[in-house]
């Protein structure tokens, strides 16, 4: 049982009760960012960077051939 000068339930905020809402508002946060930005920036961001990332036809500079293509090709000969 309480005495007179304590009550079960703290007055004010708490450090515990601050952390859970900040934590849960920083998620929502990042949640409506993540939505916004997918679809702010959807419209073919990612084939642009696709036709950039490898030099053209006339470029010295190419990527090398992957070995694994080689041992799959060798595969399917004999």
Known sequence: MPTDGESTQPQGYTR??????????LAAIAGVGLLLRNSLFSGGGEEQHHASEFPGEDSIFHPRRDPRLDAVERRRKT
């Open 16 to 25: 515990r009760g601050f952390l859970g809402k900040f934590s849960l508002g």
